[in-house]
């Protein structure tokens, strides 16, 4: 079993992008994602300062993966997107499927992010036949509907020709919108943002009227109020998962990544905290956290 | 310009074509359409009858499968496109690549247009689209009218936007909202915020709450016109501010545009509410037939006349309408 690092969803001040990488680099994960995947108009870190952090990381070992946009809209941003495309030395986790022609046509595998609509074994064969090399399973799937996918003939004979990765610690991507909710949220239009969303590097939370923890408004994203947290998981993921994907928090980060390593066989269950949810791999609404 | 109506009964599609439908999209009663609520949606005799009708009156059925196909019950998928082909639909809407790939291997011939549902939001997207032999695709409601103009002009490939209905404010067919409040999502399950987990409590001071499998969406003072629960249209608590976080109950219109859509060539207006009554169908179809009917005589002198406003205003969630994601500042 893998531990990777997805790409930070939040917006962070470049240098302490660059600090949290560093300390990637001397942590024991095995894979990193490196990219701007949320809003193209957050440049505290361009494409060169991704490149020059990719060579940095893979020389300390670990494997990188660029990663690229979830909602295109604007003609600037595919050329944005052509540029990971193109990049020549690092694989590409394509989080819309509009990446996917520019891979095919260099010939690269690439990885099928979480925001890529695969929902059965068709759809898997398909997008392996375009050169996806790891699934990144839609987060509102449960490790059941997982087991059933990998179960199906078509795809068990193909089972050592890519890798399965799932989403299991931080507020999970839900959706993306034409609007910016954090701009929203300072009663600013989304042309006039002035970035406001650098002011909350863990989003803002969004609390229902009898004060439960919603959603997390993270720009054009919208993210799951709960920490999803399969920590106490990770034994029932034997045999079906090949990565487990950590998502960049402001704090803690490593030492969760510490705490997963030393359960992946439940030798060291954690205690959940209030606010962690693991519905979604237990087949129940997202939100809920069931105790084992 | 196409204008294509929404039905979800045989009397709601027997309205659309009376009143100036030139399409009318439907869907199966089953999990395999993104509209699968109880009641509404049409069977196999259901669907031929719609075939029939609709063939008889000149105009084309398309049937909606849009949901994402399950691994043990691809099955289901795989017949639904059987059964709508059979009944002599005209266009199928799907949204799953293996749907694609089987409606473009078993039925060469039958027209396809990409749902919304598979969220192509760029031109990009629609180019890898084209290996399944999509003929159109529908935009989702997320892109501005410059954005959509900028797609307009760099495809080849047939638009199809959303004219007038329920607002979706998130990417269609990548939000898990629903499903992470309730289980169940548009992608899953074919519904959002579904009924059957919706709860009405009134408090002593007439105070009226909405909730949504036990999630607090909104709360509602006696005097004010209570909504259902979408969850993304609740009202909640951001700092200190209680509103309307993610967006308000409105509905999306875009009559002011139309001269703009024509101009760019989209191919069809689509009426979202396979929900709605046949008499909410009826007058929908009538504004839009006439808007539309204006709008290619005199492109140029197109105004949008008081009395559809106040027809659409008097049939949108809380009588308020909005251009949404095509207009900027909505942003």
């Given amino acids: 079993m893998k531990f990777s690092l997805g790409a930070i969803q939040y917006f962070w001040p470049k240098q302490v992008v660059e600090n949290f990488y560093q300390q990637a680099a001397d942590s024991s994960v095995d894979i990193v994602y490196l990219g701007e995947t949320v809003c193209s108009k957050r440049r505290e870190l361009k494409f060169d300062d991704y490149m020059r952090i990719a060579h940095m990381l893979r020389e300390a070992g670990k494997q990188v993966c660029l990663s690229t946009m979830t909602l295109l809209e604007a003609p600037s941003e595919l050329r944005e997107l052509r540029k990971y495309c193109d990049?020549?030395?690092?694989?590409?986790?394509?989080?819309?499927?509009?990446?996917?022609?520019?891979?095919?046509?260099?010939?690269?595998?690439?990885?099928?992010?979480?925001?890529?609509?695969?929902?059965?074994?068709?759809?898997?064969?398909?997008?392996?036949?375009?050169?996806?090399?790891?699934?990144?399973?839609?987060?509102?799937?449960?490790?059941?509907?997982?087991?059933?996918?990998?179960?199906?003939?078509?795809?068990?004979?193909?089972?050592?020709?890519?890798?399965?990765?799932v989403f299991a610690l931080g507020h999970m991507p839900l959706a993306w919108s034409g609007r910016c909710f954090t701009a929203r949220s300072e009663n600013r239009a989304k042309d006039q943002c002035e970035l406001c969303c650098i002011k909350y590097p863990e989003g803002?939370?969004?609390?229902?009227?009898?004060?439960?923890?919603?959603?997390?408004?993270?720009?054009?994203?919208?993210?799951?109020?709960?920490?999803?947290?399969?920590?106490?998981?990770?034994?029932?993921?034997?045999?079906?998962?090949?990565?487990?994907?950590?998502?960049?928090?402001?704090?803690?980060?490593?030492?969760?990544l510490e705490k997963f390593r030393a359960n992946s066989q439940g030798e060291h269950p954690q205690q959940l905290a209030t606010n962690d949810s693991n519905g979604y791999w237990l087949a129940l609404a997202g939100l809920v956290q069931q105790l084992d | 310009m196409e204008l294509l109506c929404p039905a979800g009964s045989m009397p709601a599609l027997k309205a659309a074509i009376e009143h100036g439908a030139d399409a009318v999209y439907v869907g199966l009663k089953d999990e395999t359409n993104a509209r699968h609520f109880a009641g509404l949606n049409l069977d196999q005799a259901g669907l031929t009858e719609a075939a029939r009708y609709v063939h008889q009156h000149g105009k084309k059925l398309h049937v909606a499968i849009n949901t994402f196909a399950?691994?043990?019950?691809?099955?289901?998928?795989?017949?639904?496109?059987?059964?709508?082909?059979?009944?002599?639909?005209?266009?199928?809407?799907?949204?799953?690549?293996?749907?694609?790939?089987?409606?473009?291997?078993?039925?060469?011939k039958v027209e396809v247009h990409l749902s919304v549902q598979a969220s192509a939001t760029n031109a990009a997207a629609i180019e890898f689209y084209k290996q399944f032999g999509v003929k159109r695709v529908v935009l989702p409601r997320v892109l501005s009218m410059n954005q959509v103009r900028s797609i307009a002009r760099t495809t080849d490939m047939d638009l199809e936007v959303f004219a007038f209905g329920s607002l979706c404010i998130m990417a269609e067919g990548r939000c898990y909202l629903s499903s992470y409040m309730t289980g169940e999502s548009p992608n899953t399950a074919g519904a959002c915020s579904p009924a059957k987990f919706v709860r009405w409590d009134e408090a002593d001071d007439g105070t009226l709450e909405s909730r949504l499998n036990n999630i607090l969406i909104d709360r509602f003072a006696p005097n004010e016109t209570a909504g259902y629960p979408t969850l993304c249209k609740g009202r909640f608590t951001v700092g200190e501010d209680t509103y309307h976080a993610l967006e308000e109950p409105t509905s999306l219109n875009t009559l002011s545009l139309l001269p703009e859509l024509y101009k760019e060539g989209i191919a069809s207006l689509k009426i979202e509410g396979r929900q709605r009554s046949p008499a909410y169908v009826a007058q929908i179809t009538q504004v839009w037939r006439q808007a539309i009917d204006s709008v290619m005589?005199?492109?140029?002198?197109?105004?949008?006349?008081?009395?559809?406003?106040?027809?659409?205003?008097?049939?949108?969630?809380?009588?308020?309408?909005?251009?949404?994601?095509?207009?900027?500042?909505?942003?």
């Fill in chain 1, 87 to 165: 990049n020549g030395d690092f694989i590409v986790e394509a989080n819309d499927v509009g990446a996917i022609p520019y891979l095919q046509e260099h010939q690269v595998p690439f990885v099928a992010g979480a925001a890529i609509n695969c929902y059965n074994q068709h759809t898997l064969r398909k997008l392996m036949s375009m050169g996806m090399s790891r699934w990144v399973m839609p987060v509102e799937l449960s490790r059941e509907w997982l087991a059933k996918l990998l179960a199906q003939p078509m795809v068990k004979d193909v089972r050592d020709c890519f890798e399965v990765e």
């Fill in chain 1, 204 to 256: 803002r939370e969004v609390t229902s009227q009898d004060g439960t923890q919603v959603f997390v408004l993270n720009g054009i994203q919208t993210q799951s109020g709960t920490r999803y947290n399969l920590v106490n998981q990770l034994p029932n993921m034997q045999g079906l998962v090949d990565v487990v994907r950590l998502s960049p928090q402001l704090t803690g980060t490593f030492d969760w």
């Fill in chain 2, 70 to 108: 399950h691994a043990d019950t691809f099955e289901h998928w795989r017949r639904a496109v059987d059964m709508a082909v059979k009944a002599g639909a005209d266009v199928l809407i799907l949204a799953d690549m293996a749907v694609l790939a089987y409606a473009a291997e078993r039925y060469p």
């Fill in chain 2, 297 to 331: 005589s005199k492109p140029d002198n197109f105004e949008v006349q008081q009395q559809w406003d106040h027809v659409l205003a008097g049939l949108s969630e809380g009588s308020q309408t909005t251009l949404g994601a095509y207009h900027r500042k909505w942003k």
